[in-house]
């Protein structure tokens, strides 16, 4: 019964996304992540990237809207080249290819800032399923559910030593109207903040305090208790 009334309500949906996008991604490919960049930056020592933000910067936008493309997203962000793949057989298939994108994003005063950027691929099949009949997704419960599983990644990635400083995750909510450059500044911004976090240590003083970075409040990422991540047994298996 508890399991009809979690599924109707679409509970475990985004809790279920979350997990599989760790297990099955991020678990595999952040890991490698700083390496990747390190080669890259011994590789291209003209283009200054700063060692904070090697990383994986994982675009989460709540409305769930993935480009292809990100240069059709914003012509602020431009692709450079591909990082150094990583191949191993998986669930079947030999030499399965993991690899990502470098990106290089002008600011508003035409600086260029580098880093590995892409979205998280599993909003795409919470856009999709909001436009099937099938799943019965609303807008607004489609919302509810992007909400749920940034918390949810969130909350996962932050218990997992092996993905420690690998990732940055930039949860937004668009604007009601269109901004052509939005998306280079959100993304220019987090990279600010890491650079100044690294000064910060290679100076000896204290990084930003939370109060002068974004929060998930913020964002009014807040889910009721009901729907927060629940373990799906609860019989200690």
């Known amino acids: 019964e508890m399991s009809e009334m979690s599924e109707r309500s679409k509970q475990n949906v985004a809790h279920g996304l979350a997990w599989s996008y760790y297990v099955g991604y991020l678990k595999i490919v952040l890991p490698?992540?700083?390496?990747?960049?390190?080669?890259?930056?011994?590789a291209n020592p003209n283009l200054q990237v700063c060692r904070k933000t090697w990383k994986l910067h994982i675009l989460v936008p709540l409305s769930c809207d993935v480009y292809d493309e990100l240069e059709k997203a914003d012509s602020n962000i431009q692709y450079v080249t591909d990082l150094t793949e990583t191949t191993l057989a998986r669930a079947g298939t030999k030499r399965?290819?993991?690899?990502?994108?470098l990106y290089a994003i002008r600011d508003e005063e035409n600086q260029l800032w580098h880093c590995a950027v892409?979205?998280?691929?599993?909003?795409?099949?919470?856009?999709?399923?909001?436009?099937?009949?099938?799943?019965?997704?609303?807008?607004?419960?489609?919302?509810?559910?992007?909400?749920?599983?940034?918390?949810t990644l969130e909350e996962i990635l932050k218990g997992s030593k092996e993905c420690a400083d690998a990732y940055r995750l930039i949860a937004y909510e668009e604007p009601e109207e269109a901004e052509s450059h939005f998306l280079s500044r959100e993304i220019?911004?987090?990279?600010?903040q890491e650079h100044v976090e690294e000064?910060?240590?290679?100076?000896?003083s204290h990084p930003p305090t939370p109060s002068t970075t974004r929060d998930s409040t913020e964002l009014n990422l807040q889910i009721s208790v009901s729907d927060l991540p629940q373990p799906l047994r609860t019989d200690g298996f």
Do not use: N
């Open 118 to 151: 892409e979205y998280a691929t599993p909003l795409q099949s919470l856009h999709a399923m909001s436009q099937d009949e099938c799943a019965a997704f609303s807008r607004e419960e489609r919302l509810e559910q992007a909400k749920l599983f940034y918390r």
């Open 188 to 192: 220019v911004w987090h990279l600010q």
């Open 32 to 42: 490698r992540v700083k390496k990747s960049m390190e080669e890259f930056s011994r």
């Open 199 to 204: 000064i910060a240590v290679l100076e000896g």
């Open 96 to 101: 399965r290819v993991y690899k990502h994108s």
